[in-house]
């Protein structure tokens, strides 16, 4: 509860600390972020199952409420929410058969995934836009439309603390011990009686859910979408932002978002070694701290006291 | 036989040679080390560019494809030996991210090196068409399937004829077991990383004139290799083999009687089927997990 409360602490005084747009914007970029890594954080720091097609989900969120508002006049929220539900069924659809598979095949199978969606996204221009990417209308309840930075910082700063918050009951409930015992052991833990392969869905469709909800919420406040959110590279960025800031770690997840988020406007004075720096920093990491950014400091914090 | 059919056939199995010897490096690397090495694609990209290079700088052909497997084996190895070996025990997701961490790595490397335009290899031996059954075969075609089909026979011998073969065959069965009989595991690893980057720039090379190269050509080729080796059954050479001669040929076909728009898809539509439907692939055995 306490990390929570510092949580929405943080939310609510950093607009102290943002003096323009600019940054208005890269905060909002990172709670976004940071909403679909709590999600996966579920599926892969909790339940132990690896993703690697979540901008898959992402992106059905986005272009999936993009295309119902722009192309057959939805209204947003309307289209936010069907949007979030399709992604959530394929997710279960597709999750049963898929989440049988261990390990490496588990992380292939997502991958194919996420690449035939990014496929699909590209090449059916006609509802896309395909490679050019396509507009996307504002987000608007009754007349009233969102718009603004601050207005989005606000929005988007509430649904992270109340995603978080979402996140750290569901690991305190039997439902996420559930999720710990299969990340030890599935046979110890359908031997204790719990069923795993419903558990690992549960994980599953709840973070590709998530994952389309801040899909759709990007690209509403963007105003613009393109494939490159929905591309396998996307889908990495997001697991080594879960990985960077600490498997099984809800706050991790934020810091992770954070950093990597951040990082990559840092490394533009880099210019044409921004992928050599960002290579060497995700290999670095993950060689020296393979429990993340979070955990191994808090394993220091502990060592000191 | 239609001229059409035996076009997309003679194109199909020109691609999917690629993809067999793509596969087959993935397949040496997850046997010995258990680790998925998702650089595997920038080793074929290495192999194409730096052979251009070395061309532009004048070096004949036999030598600038030498050079670029050389230099591929060399990458390869640093990869086992300052990436993969420091992270020993670490979990999946970890090691993951750190061979796609080297792949992004490499891929920039390669745009600083070099450049980031698209690059043609000359044809190994003319362009003139050679006419088989109304369809027309580029010679390079022939060079393709042939070298691949020696490189095989040369996989088979080296790891059914020589010691360092058997080792690592040893070690993909049974890493403590080996140790125990006096094999290095690090020797091992490093010779598999260089082996397999060996055989992902000698693909790189081979397709060179056809689909030219350039320096993000990794990340496709690369991931469909790895659907080929999931197709044939992970972790089985023969399976590699067969894995990539069929992907090439579904994917030639498909593009040909289906749909040119999802080509790209059929790899990862048929690595999901195979992964729901039959998870050992084509020839892997069937997974049974310890305890």
Redesign the interface.
Known sequence: MRGLLALAAVVALAPLALANNYHYEIAILVGLNAIVCVGLNLL?GYAGQ?S?GHAGFFGIGAYGSAILAARYGWPPLASLAAATAAAALLAWIVGR??LR?????L???T???G??IS??VT?EDRYTGGPDGMSVPPLALAGFTLAGERAWYWLVGLLLVATVWLSLNLIDSPVGRALRALHG?E?AAEVAGIDSARHKLLAFVLSAAIAALAGALTAHYAGFITPGKVS?LHS?EL??MV?FGG?ASTFGAVVGAAVLTALPQLLTVFK????????????LT??FM?KGLVPTLAALAGRRR | MSAELAQFLLSGLTVGAIYALVALGFCIIYNASHVINFAQGEFVMIGGMATASLLGAGLPLAFAALGAVALAALVGMALARFAVQPARGASVVTLIIITIGAAILLRGLASIVWDKRIHALPAFSGDQPINVAGATLAPQSLWVIGVTALAVAALWGFFNRTLTGKAILAVSHNRLAAQLVGISVQRVLLVSFALSAALGALAGILIGPITFTSWDVGLLLGLKGFAAAILGGMGSGPGAVVGGLTLGLLESLGAGYLSSAYKDAIAFIVMLAVLMLMPGGLLGGRATERV
């Open positions: 892969i690896v690697l058969p898929i598979l261990r390990g490496h095949y992380a292939m199978a991958l194919g995934l690449i035939i496929i699909v090449t052991s046979v396998f990495i697991v080594v990985v498997m044409e070694y921004e992928m050599v720096v960002f290579g060497g920093v995700m290999m993950m060689i393979p």
